[in-house]
């Protein structure tokens, strides 16, 4: 685990993302803030809705349409990238930044043969001729483990399994050398053999490149083996962050001890960590928005919302009375 | 005791356009399931589950090997569908796309039941009945489905399965499109449904973890083909075709310590169901191969009662790691990280309304 005290690659500062209504502005994130270091590969889990999509695009400063960044900053390499020109802002894109979509198909152009899509990634960003570009496409595939990437160069999307066309995507994200990877939900659809394989090759080449990830997934089971940090969103707000043992082993915030739950096929500790639907409490504003779900709920939750306080050296939790494993 | 279904020797064959090859998508697949029982069926996309749920509901006409319900052949040129209305009864994977959009969901639930010759008011004493055994509020059945999440669109798909009170359930994949919570109710409403009324499942899934609770016996498929078959836990524990134990391999439990050991991992994918490989359909990834697998099919070996497999070097293979119930050395730990409670009784709390 990198120290904390080292300059982050990345920090995500209260960024606030809305989208407008006919009445009031849904907001979508609230005021998130977070830091991956150099060569870190922090998990960020929730359910859908979340808003962990939003997160992911934001920080690359495309917010979803209709989203809009209400505040905060994204620096990344000492520059706020919400404030940078679109041009400038292109140029980061897939060269230093560069996310990894799930459903790979989507994302590839059908007319294009994969090989030409990967080396126009390096003829754009790190402007090299077209041999070179084509080579070093070559080589991308392979890395990504491609069984005889020679001939798969010239294939067409339609051609490749999804399991291929998602190592495609992996390669066209790496092949600029990124600092910062984001992985937004990237393996699930895929079967758990291929699943494997794809989450040892992005943690393979993330570490010898000495890249940054921010690996969104809605699957506790991946981050619990595959990530540095994880933090756990809800409701458009991060509950919960803290080393990966930490978190699994002395998990603090009421809602992550439910989503374990979830996982744990007792039904008996479900039951302990879930209100039902009926006995919810209305949510009010200012209040912590898990009050309405949360079994230790106290009149107090409902009328502040509870500091992100770090209640274990690294380990944050926005919960005015979080569990204790003591 | 006798089976409520059961599957012989089931190959099912689709023509390529254009081509004078075939897609083997099943291949000699024989299993039964037995009153009350869920048998899981597992295996990674093209590995051809859901074709077999898909002959077993009628959807698709077998190519060859026949199926029985209650020892009454219900497909093939001899069987008969027509005594089997409401008996037989499956959901599927994408709650959204199962129920009609314009259909108030008390008329999807309630459809079912329509070529079953009953009154109207039997149909709705049955169709509310049905909602309330998914416990949703009775007040829904005026609603549409696009009204509600996903996980309660799945408990309509749920009522509108058990309205008829069927013998055999085919559920195909039903809680992968969920989030976790909502995936881990509708898995406790099936098992309580299950025990109210002894319910045959035939539970279709990639989701190992979430099979090796509900099922009591599962069979592992590779290109078509039933690889391994036995006692849940058995399988789970102890596999002995390599690739039931890659597969379980690649499970990843929310636990940062625990593992599923396994000397295979499995590379590469699932090759092409068009030109299937003489021998072993495995031998081309499989670590334990050996010159007989590329020539040979491995014929059934009977490992204990009830616990087949089709590989030549079964022994070794379940010899290769120590069993190890992992599943449930998880279930421990998650009970003692979860029971933990903060110095807030949550018993004495004061609900703020």
Redesign the interface.
């Given at each position: 685990m990198p120290e904390t005290s080292a300059a982050p690659l990345i920090a995500v500062r209260d960024l606030r993302v809305e989208f407008p209504g006919a009445n009031a502005s849904k907001e979508v994130l609230k005021r998130v803030s977070l830091t991956v270091q150099p060569g870190e590969i922090l998990g960020l889990v929730g359910?859908?809705g979340a808003g962990k999509t939003t997160l992911a695009r934001s920080i690359l400063g495309v917010p979803p349409t209709s989203g809009r960044i209400a505040a905060g900053e994204v620096i990344f390499e000492g520059r706020n990238i919400l404030d940078l020109p679109e041009p400038e802002l292109r140029k980061l894109r897939g060269s230093r930044l560069s996310i990894v979509v799930p459903n790979p198909r989507a994302e590839l152009n059908p007319t294009m043969t994969v090989g030409k899509q990967i080396a126009a990634m390096a003829r754009i960003h790190l402007g090299v001729d077209r041999a070179q570009a084509a080579r070093m496409a070559l080589a991308m595939l392979s890395d990504v483990h491609i069984?005889d990437p020679q001939r798969r160069m010239n294939a067409y999307p339609h051609e490749l399994?999804?399991?291929?066309a998602q190592r495609v995507v992996i390669a066209m994200a790496l092949i600029c050398n990124p600092a910062f990877i984001i992985s937004d939900d990237a393996t699930s659809g895929l079967?758990?053999?291929?699943?494997?394989?794809i989450l040892s090759l992005l943690g393979g080449l993330a570490a010898d490149h000495g890249s940054a990830m921010l690996f969104i997934t809605?699957?506790?089971?991946?981050?619990?083996?595959?990530c540095d940090r994880v933090a756990v969103l809800y409701s458009g707000e991060i509950m919960e962050l803290a080393p990966?043992?930490e978190l699994?082993?002395?998990?603090a915030h009421p809602y992550t001890?439910?989503?374990?739950?979830?996982?744990?096929?007792?039904?008996k500790?479900?039951d302990?960590?879930?209100v039902a639907e009926t006995?919810a409490?209305?949510i009010r504003d200012g209040g912590c928005s898990y009050a309405n779900r949360c079994?230790?709920?106290?009149?107090v939750c409902?009328d502040g919302r509870p500091p992100f306080a770090e209640i274990r050296p690294g380990h944050f939790a926005r919960c005015h009375?979080?569990?204790?494993?003591e | 005791m006798n089976a409520i279904l059961t599957v012989e020797n089931l190959f099912k064959q689709f023509p390529i356009a254009g081509s004078k090859q075939v897609v083997q998508a099943v291949n000699d697949v024989s299993f039964s399931i037995q009153p009350g029982e869920t048998l899981g069926l597992v295996g990674e996309s093209g590995s051809g589950k859901t074709t077999v749920g898909r002959c077993i509901i009628g959807l698709l006409e077998p190519s060859a090997g026949a199926i029985y319900f209650k020892g009454r052949p219900i497909s093939g040129r001899r069987g008969s569908r027509r005594d089997l209305t409401g008996k037989v009864q499956f959901v599927f994977q994408e709650p959204a796309e199962s129920l009609d959009p314009r259909m108030k969901i008390g008329q999807s639930i309630n459809e079912p039941l329509l070529p079953m010759k009953l009154d109207r008011t039997m149909r709705q004493q049955k169709t509310l009945e049905a909602i309330r055994l998914v416990r949703l509020d009775p007040d829904m059945l005026d609603g549409y489905p696009a009204e509600l999440s996903a996980g309660q669109q799945q408990r309509v798909g749920i009522a509108r399965a058990m309205v008829t009170h069927p013998e055999l359930v085919v559920l195909d994949e039903p809680t992968s499109a969920l989030d976790p919570t909502a995936r881990a109710e509708i898995i406790d409403l099936l098992q309580r449904i299950q025990a109210e009324r002894d319910t045959a499942y035939l539970f279709i899934s990639h989701d190992l973890s979430t099979v090796r609770f509900i099922s009591h016996r599962v069979a592992v498929m590779y290109l078509g083909m039933i690889v391994e078959q036995g006692d849940a836990q058995e399988v789970f524990n102890r596999p002995h075709h390599p690739y039931a134990s890659g597969l379980l391999s690649s499970v990843l439990l929310p636990h940062p310590h625990l593992k599923i050991e396994s000397s295979v991992s499995l590379k590469g994918e699932i090759p092409s169901p068009i030109n299937l490989p003489k021998g072993c359909f495995l031998a081309s990834r499989c670590p334990f191969v050996i010159d007989r697998c590329r020539t040979q099919m491995p014929p059934m070996s009977i490992v204990d009662d009830g616990h087949f497999v089709h590989c030549f070097r079964h022994e070794d293979v379940a010899a290769s790691v120590p069993p190890s119930d992992t599943f449930v050395a998880f279930m421990r730990e998650a009970e003692r990280v979860l029971s933990r409670r903060t110095s807030t009784d949550p018993s004495t709390q004061v609900h703020s309304h």
């Open positions: 359910e859908s069984p399994s999804g399991g291929m079967d758990v053999t291929v699943q494997a394989q809605r699957d506790i089971g991946i981050a619990a083996h595959f990966r043992e699994f082993l002395k998990p001890l439910m989503l374990l739950a979830a996982f744990s096929h007792s039904p500790l479900r302990a960590w879930r006995g409490r209305q079994p230790l709920a106290q009149p409902s009375f979080p569990v204790s494993h | -």
